[in-house]
Structure formats: structure tokens, C-alpha cells
Nanobody
Framework: QVQLVESGGGLVQPGGSLRLSCAAS????????MGWYRQAPGKQRELVAA???????NYADSVKGRFTISRDNAKNTVYLQMNSLKPEDTAVYYC?????????????????WGQGTQVTVSS
């Protein structure tokens, strides 16, 4: 199995910055796409940004120009640098990863979620 552990959430004033981190561990052969989703109260979970291994990142229109996703493949870690934060960015942010893992049946693929980290943007 795979464990995704997020960190870096918190309370920040509008216009401020936060950096989220998510480290993957477990019986990992390789990680394809890593990404960040968010869910605000009363709303559906939505994609914020994602980056495939060796590929180009894609972003939700609402965060383009303000958020930057990056990854360190050697550390199986993905980051989300969030600048110019707005109150509407307030949500629980979840890390997601498509992984190929070792299992009892050999090698298999799966999709995994972190536990979520709260980001609150408020004055």
C-alpha cells in the first residue's frame, strides 16, 4: 500500500502564501501523476493542480498564475506553492497520486489519497 502524508496547511491572511508538501511512502515501484485537490464546505472536491512524471503541469483556471505545483521524484514528494491567496481558496487540500506498487500479486496500479490539510485564508 501507499501512504501520502501532507503538511504545510494553516491560517493565512489574504494575499499571503503557503507551501504544501506531500510525501509518498510504501511499496512503490513508480509514481505517475501527483496532484492536489481541494474541497470547500458544501462543495465538491475539485482538481487544483496535477503534474505527471516528466510531464507538464495543469492547473485549475482559478489558481493559474498564483499556484505552482512541483515534485521531487527522488523523494516521492509533491509540493504546492500558493501565493496571493484569497478567501475563496479556503478548503481542505488533498494530495493524490497514481502509483504502481509491489503487491502479493506482483505489480499493480492504484490511486491514493492523503488525509487532507486545512487551508484557511482570512483576515
Amino acid at each position: 500500500q501507499v501512504q501520502l502524508v501532507e503538511s504545510g496547511g494553516g491560517l493565512v491572511q489574504p494575499g499571503g502564501s503557503l507551501r504544501l508538501s506531500c510525501a509518498a511512502s510504501g511499496s512503490i515501484v513508480s509514481i505517475n501523476t501527483m496532484g492536489w485537490y481541494r474541497q470547500a464546505p458544501g462543495k465538491q472536491r475539485e482538481l487544483v493542480a496535477a503534474v505527471p512524471s516528466g510531464g507538464t503541469a495543469n492547473y485549475a483556471d482559478s489558481v493559474k498564475g498564483r499556484f505552482t505545483i512541483s515534485r521531487d521524484n527522488a523523494k516521492n514528494t509533491v509540493y504546492l506553492q500558493m501565493n496571493s491567496l484569497k478567501p475563496e481558496d479556503t478548503a481542505v487540500y488533498y494530495c493524490n497520486a497514481d502509483c504502481t506498487i509491489y503487491s502479493r500479486r506482483g505489480v499493480e496500479s492504484g490511486n491514493y489519497w492523503g488525509q487532507g490539510t486545512q487551508v484557511t485564508v482570512s483576515s
